[in-house]
Structure formats: structure tokens, C-alpha cells
Nanobody, 120 residues
Framework: QVHLVESGGGLVQAGDSLRLSCTASGRTFSSYAMGWFRQAPGKEREFVGAITWSGGNTYYADSVKGRFTISRDNAKNTVYLQMNSLKPEDTAVYYC?????????????WGQGTQVTVSS
């Protein structure tokens, strides 16, 4: 079992930046592909980005490509999501995920989520 705790969400204006962090405990963090998903009100949870266990490969949803960057520090059991040029449509609860299936961009382990609100 992996326990995930997100932090770094908040209220920002359009064009601002935020960095989300997710710290994992439990099973070996460094062996998992990690990812971020988000869920806006009234919408289904959607894939945002993922990173392989080594950090050598990253994947992004088209809607965030070029603006968001996912990274990880296996020594700290932490994965990050740097979000730049934020837009109001980025407003959502952001969830960290462990054990992301890179072929399907699905996961079975989730954090509790952190709210990101972008005002126009």
C-alpha cells in the first residue's frame, strides 16, 4: 500500500504559477510510475501528467503540454507538478497517483487531492 499526501494548491490569478508536491510513504516509491490527475466540478477525473520510475520519460495531456512539468525526487519520495501560465480552466482538485499504467494512464492509488483555483 502507498500513502500519498499532496500539497501546494491554492488560489491564483490567470497567468500565475503553482508547484504541487506529493510525498509518498509505504511501498517502494522509486519503483512506481507516478502521475497527476485532476477533477473539475461536474466533470470526470482526467489525466494530467505522468513520469516513469526513473524520471526518464514524461507524459502530458494535450491541454497542459508546454505549461506543466512533472518531476520526481526518489530520494525524497516526492513527485512535483510545476504549473505555469495557469488558466481558469485549470481549476480543479488535483490528485497525485502512484502505480500509473503508462499504457492507459490509469491508476489505483490516490492521494486526498489539493484544490487549485485560477481566477480570471
Amino acid at each position: 500500500q502507498v500513502h500519498l499526501v499532496e500539497s501546494g494548491g491554492g488560489l491564483v490569478q490567470a497567468g500565475d504559477s503553482l508547484r504541487l508536491s506529493c510525498t509518498a510513504s509505504g511501498r517502494t516509491f522509486s519503483s512506481y510510475a507516478m502521475g497527476w490527475f485532476r477533477q473539475a466540478p461536474g466533470k470526470e477525473r482526467e489525466f494530467v501528467g505522468a513520469i516513469t520510475w526513473s524520471g526518464g520519460n514524461t507524459y502530458y495531456a494535450d491541454s497542459v503540454k508546454g505549461r506543466f512539468t512533472i518531476s520526481r525526487d526518489n530520494a525524497k519520495n516526492t513527485v512535483y507538478l510545476q504549473m505555469n501560465s495557469l488558466k481558469p480552466e485549470d481549476t480543479a482538485v488535483y490528485y497525485c497517483a502512484a502505480g500509473v499504467n503508462i499504457a492507459t494512464f490509469t491508476s489505483g492509488y490516490w492521494g486526498q487531492g489539493t484544490q487549485v483555483t485560477v481566477s480570471s
